[in-house]
């Protein structure tokens, strides 16, 4: 009785094996198709000087986004990337070129400064309204650490900073 009990369990064990392989089989596909856009996780090698437009184009087939590159850019590189985001990648390549990335809508937008300041506008006034710092120091912090991008300032009554784009 002892082995007909134990042969029964292992029937049991192996038939749950085969029912639920195919489900874990598809959650490991799922998980691995999950990093889709610009979260996937590329790796890129170019070895010759090649012209930054044939790069991001590269990034943006491999990631399958939109990503317009400034005409006026015109540099060329050499890289190799190994297991790094689309989207890290993309910001290496314009860092290391002194250019700008944006976002309109579901396309990136690639190119001097002042080119993606102007495509995308420029931008919202926001108004935050502070709980428990003081209106007046965070402003200050926020014009010395980000002058060229944003202008802040403060309103006491309601303790609240005033961001501006430039």
Not at 81 to 102: E, Q
Not at 133 to 140: L, M, S
Request: net charge positive; hydrophobic share 45%; aromatic share 4%.
């Amino acid at each position: 009785m002892y082995s007909a009990f134990t042969q029964i369990r292992s029937v049991a064990a192996f038939r749950a094996v085969v029912l639920w392989l195919p489900l874990i089989a598809a959650c490991h596909v799922a998980t691995a198709n999950a990093q889709e856009g610009l979260e996937k996780v590329i790796s890129l090698n170019v070895t010759k000087d090649t012209e930054l437009s044939v790069i991001f184009g590269t990034i943006a087939k491999i990631s399958n986004t939109n990503i317009v590159l400034d005409p006026k850019v015109r540099s060329k590189m050499s890289l190799n990337l190994r297991d790094i985001s689309a989207l890290d990648a993309m910001r290496v390549v314009a860092s290391i070129n002194g250019l700008k990335i944006g976002k309109l809508g579901n396309v990136y937008v690639v190119g001097q400064p002042e080119t993606v300041k102007n495509v995308l506008g420029r931008g919202r006034i926001q108004v935050r309204q502070l709980g428990y710092a003081k209106a007046e120091d965070i402003a200050n912090i926020i014009n010395q650490t980000l002058s060229e991008d944003v202008t802040a300032q403060h309103y006491a009554p309601t303790n609240s900073v005033i961001l501006t784009p430039k």
